[in-house]
Nanobody, 123 residues
Framework: QVQLVESGGGLVQAGGSLGLSCAAS????????MAWFRQAPGKEREFVSA????????YYSDSVKGRFTISKDKVKNTMFLQMNSLKPEDTAAYYC????????????????WGTGTQVTVSS
């Protein structure tokens, strides 16, 4: 079993910054990639960013490119998402995901999911 736990969500003002963390535990051996998705009320879940397990390759959606930065601590099995210049449209529940299948990188159907952390950006 693989467990993913997100943290760091909260309420911030537009233009502000917020950092999210995702701690992976359990049988993480051979895990290939981790990713962030988000879902706002009434909308489908959308891809935000992804990173390979070794942190050598990163991916970003066009909506967050240049504002968000994904990174990973391999030793601690923790993924981070630094969100800068936040906009009200960034408001959503953010979910951490992981997969052992390289073919699913970056936007495929991930195998493991966290329960989410809420990010709310006020104007």
């Amino acid at each position: 079993q693989v467990q993913l736990v997100e943290s760091g969500g909260g309420l911030v003002q537009a233009g502000g910054s917020l950092g999210l963390s995702c701690a992976a535990s359990g049988r993480t051996f051979s895990m290939y990639a981790m990713a962030w998705f988000r879902q706002a009320p009434g909308k489908e879940r959308e891809f935000v960013s992804a990173i390979t397990w070794n942190g050598d390759i990163t991916y970003y959606s066009d909506s967050v490119k240049g504002r968000f930065t994904i990174s990973k601590d391999k030793v601690k099995n923790t993924m981070f998402l630094q969100m800068n210049s936040l906009k009200p449209e960034d408001t959503a529940a953010y979910y951490c995901a992981a997969t052992r299948l390289p073919s699913r990188l970056p936007r495929g159907n991930y195998d493991y999911w966290g329960t989410g952390t809420q990010v709310t950006v006020s104007s």
